[in-house]
C-alpha cells in the first residue's frame, strides 16, 4: 500500500495521507509515494506525474487551479543525471536538486531514490544540510512569509521545507552549483593544509583552520577568484600581507601570506584578475596562499566550492 501527499494552491500546511504497511520489509524498501519505475509513458505513475506538471503549466496561463501538490518516487538508473531526470518531467531541474538535497551535479548515482513534484518550484529546507542550502538559507529569508510549509519523508526521515511555487534559482545559487561561483586562485598549487582542525605549526596547540593552504612557489600570480571590490588590504602578524575581497551574495574571499599585493580599497576586479603574488609573509613556513571563502562572516570549506580538477 502506498500513500500520497496532496495541497491546495491557497493551504498553508500539506497533509501527509500514509496507509499501513504490514510486512516485514526494510524501510528503504518502501516509500509512502507512487512509485515511478521507468521514465516512460509506458509507466502509468510517470504519465500520471507528467500529466499533471502539464496542466500544472496550462493553469498558469489560464489562471484555472492546478493539480494539487504530489511527490512521486523514482530510483536512479546507470547514466541518470539531475538534468536527464529534470528534462524527462519537464522541471527545471533545481526543484529536483533542493527537494532531494543534492550538492552537485555529479551527486546522482544509480539506485538513489529521488522525490520529484509536480510542480515547479524551490524547496528551501527549514535546516540547511549542505552548503548550497546554507547559502540559500542564509539570503531567502523570507520565505516563512512567501512559501508554504511541508513535511516530506525520505529513507525513512522527515525533513521540513517552505516550498516557493514555480520560483527559480538565482543566478547565485546557479553558479554555486554548477561549481562556476569560485574559480581556483593559483594557476597551479597543492594544497598543503586543508580546512578545519589542525596542528597549529607554531605552537602544536589544536586550532581551527578556516582556510586551505596552497603551496607554490614564491612569486607566482594569485587571481581573484570571481568578481568583486576590494574592501581590505595590509598587513597582519599571523596572514602578512592580505587581500580581501568582496563578491555577490554576502561572500568575501580572503588571501593571506602574500608577497605582494597589486590592488588597492576600493577597486573593482574581475574574476581571474591578478591581484598579487605568492609569499611567505607573517607566520608562514614556506611560500603558499592562505585562501579563505567566507559568507557573511562565516568560513565555508573551500574545498567544497572550487572545482576539483584545478588541483
Not at 4 to 12: H, M, P, Q
Not at 96 to 123: A, D, H, T, W, Y
Not at 172 to 177: A, L, M
Not at 278 to 294: A, D, K, M, W, Y
Amino acid at each position: 500500500m502506498s500513500g500520497v501527499l496532496l495541497i491546495g494552491r491557497k493551504t498553508s500546511f500539506i497533509v501527509i495521507i500514509l496507509s499501513c504497511i504490514i510486512y516485514s520489509a526494510p524501510l528503504s524498501a518502501y516509500t509512502p509515494y507512487p512509485v515511478i519505475e521507468t521514465l516512460t509513458r509506458d509507466d502509468p505513475v510517470f504519465r500520471q506525474a507528467i500529466e499533471d506538471i502539464d496542466r500544472y503549466y496550462r493553469a498558469e496561463v489560464t489562471d484555472d487551479e492546478p493539480p494539487p501538490l504530489t511527490l512521486f518516487s523514482y530510483t536512479a538508473s546507470e547514466g541518470d543525471t539531475v538534468f536527464s531526470i529534470a528534462a524527462r518531467f519537464n522541471l527545471p531541474y533545481e526543484t529536483i536538486v533542493l527537494l532531494n538535497g543534492i550538492r552537485s551535479p555529479e551527486k546522482i548515482r544509480r539506485g538513489m531514490e529521488l522525490l520529484v513534484p509536480n510542480q515547479p518550484g524551490l524547496f528551501i529546507p527549514n535546516v540547511a544540510r549542505n552548503d548550497l542550502e546554507r547559502l540559500i538559507c542564509s539570503w531567502r529569508t523570507d520565505v516563512d512569509d512567501s512559501g508554504r510549509n511541508i513535511v516530506v519523508t525520505a529513507g525513512g526521515m522527515k525533513r521540513a521545507f517552505s516550498f516557493l511555487e514555480g520560483e527559480r534559482f538565482h543566478p547565485i545559487e546557479r553558479s554555486f552549483f554548477l561549481n562556476v561561483l569560485f574559480r581556483f586562485p593559483l594557476s597551479a598549487g597543492v594544497i598543503s593544509s586543508g580546512y578545519g582542525t589542525r596542528e597549529n605549526p607554531f605552537t602544536h596547540e589544536k586550532h581551527f583552520h578556516h582556510g586551505v593552504d596552497i603551496a607554490a612557489p614564491s612569486g607566482s600570480e594569485v587571481y581573484a577568484a570571481t568578481s568583486g571590490e576590494v574592501i581590505g588590504r595590509g598587513v597582519d602578524p599571523t596572514l602578512g600581507n592580505y587581500i580581501v575581497l568582496l563578491h555577490r551574495g554576502n561572500f568575501t574571499t580572503i588571501y593571506g601570506h602574500l608577497q605582494e599585493t597589486f590592488v588597492f580599497a576600493g577597486h573593482k576586479v574581475q574574476s581571474g584578475a591578478i591581484i598579487g603574488t605568492v609569499g611567505s609573509t607573517g607566520l608562514s613556513t614556506g611560500p603558499h596562499l592562505h585562501f579563505e571563502i567566507r559568507n557573511s562572516g562565516e568560513s565555508w570549506d573551500p574545498s567544497e566550492m572550487l572545482s576539483i580538477d584545478a588541483y
